[in-house]
């Protein structure tokens, strides 16, 4: 069963470093238990919403995020990386036709 539109909204104010993203999308994001604070485990948890709302896969996903480039200038590497996974991820939701749209305060 498909449910509501989800919009979600990701702060990065004072994240600094991959560990600090990774805690950050746990927290704001409301991951579930199982996740692992890792790249892989962020892409199961954007790629895989059963999770969310006990099972109700959303229609579709707004994720906005703030803070965005304090965050890629101290680690551009680290951004780069959740980048493509997000991108990653809005392919894979826009080929399940249930959009997932990631919008940057200030561009990937």
């Known amino acids: 069963m498909t449910g509501p539109t989800l919009a979600l909204h990701l702060r990065l104010d004072g994240v600094t470093d991959k560990d600090g993203f990774l805690d950050r999308c746990a ?5 579930p238990h199982w996740y692992g604070r890792n790249w892989d ?51 894979y939701w826009a080929t399940q036709g249930r959009p997932l749209v990631v919008r940057y305060d200030d561009g990937p």
């Open 27 to 31: 927290r704001d994001l409301r991951f």
């Open 41 to 91: 485990a962020l892409a199961d948890c954007v790629t895989d919403l059963s999770w969310w709302a006990e099972g109700r896969e959303p229609s579709g996903c707004l994720l906005d995020i703030q803070g965005w480039p304090a965050f890629r200038d101290a680690d551009p590497d680290a951004a780069a990386i959740a980048a493509d996974i997000l991108a990653d991820a809005e392919a």
